[in-house]
């Protein structure tokens, strides 16, 4: 065996300066993930093997290029085993592709994509997003032993079941970001409800079937096409694993929120003099309404003008039609001589809000909700004890007492969707804690309108590259 002198003087020069590239880089990697928790340095005793690879190779990672076959106009090779080395090839490729996207998904970004129109028309359904994990601060996994790609559970064709493996399991830590969410912020993060799930129903939420099921009936979740023996069949996730949301930001810790006639005000409870604040409307809110014509059939040119998708159009009976609309299409419609009059959609059109079955407040009008901040300790009375029950019970593991003070461990958000009545949001569900958060949509990479062929308006190129806002 060589000595470590002759390993040294045999090493290529190059060799060294690419150990000493990988070498900086995983120390700058180390210090980042230890930041606050000095006991994560460890990892830097893996450096010796990251330099190894490069020079001295102690251990031979590349043992099976030996046995490469010669290429054209090469000397032949004695050792060659073609077989061997195209299957060690693949391997490699496949290696390294999994663990740098691991990583990259993780620490970096990832993609994701728009599934619902929560958002339309500020995000639009098949929108693929940038999401950064850096703004806000990347999470150590908590479920480390996963499969790059894939969320929870592995597509049918791979034979199904769980992509990730429950143990082990690390406690929440977020790296150090640049900033937090902020009011106004489009957020990508795990579904609070998530936590348990009806194996093959993701939406409604396991919580809101359950309270379906014990005030009208279990027979009343035959028309979300669940049976009784669904409800059955459950599953638990961790928060890491749980369905991934994308709502805006419109309260953020501190703050206090109540929605008057779908208008969104704000008072922050650090100030003792602040007074409500009506939240900006953004230009893309919508809110569904009845339409009423004088017979009229809209064309479905004339409704694709004017910007509401297929999906979307609803004809309730001959003259009444039912879309969900932007102030500017509501005053285009109003203009439009065919239309007698429009009426915003009433809550009783909506299902029961957050907390579910112990509140009079509506999709419409709800409030007013304190969103605690950490380290806040608030008095539990029988006015707020099921308010922040969920957080006591699921997000932080601590009992909660009527007449007791309670200490919140995390930051919690308050995330609404800018389709005001077409949006499972925290009205449904609640608060999204701080470990709840994935990170930031930047930008749109990709938008495909499924309404249109390939070769007429599929892609859509306008938006390609769009700031994600």
């Not at 002198?5 to 290529?12: G, S, V, Y």
């Not at 669940?226 to 810790?253: A, F, S, W």
Request: charged content about 20%.
């Amino acid at each position: 065996m060589k000595s470590f002198k002759n390993r040294i003087l045999d090493a290529p020069r190059g060799g060294f300066v690419r150990a000493a590239v990988w070498c900086s880089l995983y120390i700058i990697f180390v210090l980042w993930v230890a930041w606050g928790d000095w006991k994560s340095l460890w990892w830097l005793l893996l450096l010796p093997l990251i330099a190894d690879a490069f020079t001295t190779k102690y251990i031979n990672w590349s043992w099976w290029r030996k046995y490469k076959p010669a290429d054209k106009g090469e000397r032949a090779n004695p050792d060659a085993k073609p077989l061997l080395y195209t299957i060690c090839s693949w391997v490699d490729a496949i290696v390294f592709a999994l663990v740098a996207v691991y990583f990259i998904n993780i620490y970096i970004f990832q993609n994701y994509q728009i599934p619902s129109s929560s958002l339309e028309k500020t995000l639009r359904v098949g929108d693929f997003l940038y999401v950064s994990k850096m703004g806000y601060g990347a999470r150590v996994p908590q479920t480390p032993l996963s499969m790059p790609l894939v969320q929870h559970t592995f597509p049918n064709w791979l034979g199904g079941g769980k992509s990730y493996m429950d143990n082990p399991h690390w406690q929440y830590k977020r790296l150090a970001g640049w900033k937090s969410p902020q009011k106004g912020d489009i957020v990508v993060f795990n579904f609070p409800a998530g936590d348990t799930v009806v194996v093959g129903h993701e939406n409604p939420d396991y919580y809101t079937l359950r309270y379906i099921a014990q005030t009208q009936g279990i027979g009343a979740l035959r028309y979300y096409g669940i049976t009784p023996q669904d409800m059955k069949h459950l599953t638990t996730r961790p928060v890491d694993r749980r369905e991934n949301y994308v709502k805006r930001c419109v309260g953020t810790p501190g703050d206090s929120l109540k929605i008057i006639d779908n208008i969104i005000y704000i008072k922050s409870t650090d100030d003792a003099d602040a007074q409500w604040e009506q939240e900006p409307t953004h230009p893309y809110a919508q809110l569904n309404y009845f339409v009423y014509t004088d017979g009229h059939v809209f064309s479905a040119s004339y409704l694709t003008k004017l910007g509401i998708s297929k999906d979307d159009r609803h004809l309730v009976q001959p003259g009444i039609y039912h879309f969900p609309l932007t102030v500017e299409m509501k005053e285009q419609l109003q203009k439009n001589p065919h239309v007698t009059h429009l009426e915003v959609e009433s809550a009783a059109y909506a299902g029961a809000v957050y907390p579910i079955g112990h509140t009079q407040w509506t999709r419409d009008n709800y409030g007013p909700i304190y969103l605690p901040k950490k380290g806040d300790i608030i008095r539990i009375t029988e006015e707020n004890y099921h308010i922040y029950k969920r957080i006591a019970d699921a997000y932080e593991f601590k009992t909660m007492h009527v007449g007791e003070d309670y200490t919140f461990d995390m930051d919690y958000y308050w995330m609404m969707g800018d389709n005001r009545h077409n949006s499972a949001d925290s009205r449904y569900w609640g608060f999204v804690p701080e470990d709840h958060i994935v990170g930031q949509p930047i930008f749109v990479w990709l938008s495909i309108e499924k309404d249109q062929p390939w070769f007429s308006g599929h892609i859509r190129w306008n938006r390609i590259g769009m700031h994600a806002y």
